[in-house]
């Protein structure tokens, strides 16, 4: 088992920047594939970002693109989204997520959640 647990959620004006990371804990001497995603009232959660266990491969949704950065830190069994250039229709629950394996998944089989942290952007 894997247990993610997601921080730096907050409330922002537009145009500012937001760091969430996302520890795991639990089985992470497996090579896990992390991703981001997001979920907004009235709509269903979507692909963020999502990065390969060696940080190589990356993706990143259309929306995102040009303004949050994915990273991973496996030393610290971390993964980190930086969010810059924030627009009101960023606001949202976003969620860290987990998948045995190297590869990046860009779809949302992953097997394990963290809880959420809340994003709200104030325009």
């Known amino acids: 088992q894997v247990q993610l647990v997601e921080s730096g959620g907050g409330l922002v004006q537009a145009g500012g920047s937001l760091r969430l990371s996302c520890a795991a804990s639990?089985?992470?001497?497996?090579?896990?594939?992390m991703g981001w995603f997001r979920q907004a009232p009235g709509k269903e959660r979507a692909l963020v970002a999502a990065?390969?266990?060696?940080?190589?491969?990356?993706y990143y949704s259309d929306p995102v693109k040009g303004r949050f950065t994915i990273s991973r830190d496996n030393a610290k069994n971390t993964v980190y989204l930086q969010m810059n250039s924030l627009k009101p229709e960023d606001t949202a629950v976003y969620y860290c997520?987990?998948?045995?394996?190297?590869?990046?998944?860009?779809?949302?089989?992953?097997?394990?959640w963290g809880q959420g942290t809340q994003v709200t952007v104030s325009s």
């Open positions: 997520a987990a998948r045995g394996g190297t590869r990046v998944t860009t779809g949302d089989n992953y097997d394990y």
């Open positions: 639990g089985r992470t001497f497996s090579p896990l594939s």
């Open positions: 990065i390969s266990w060696s940080g190589g491969r990356i």
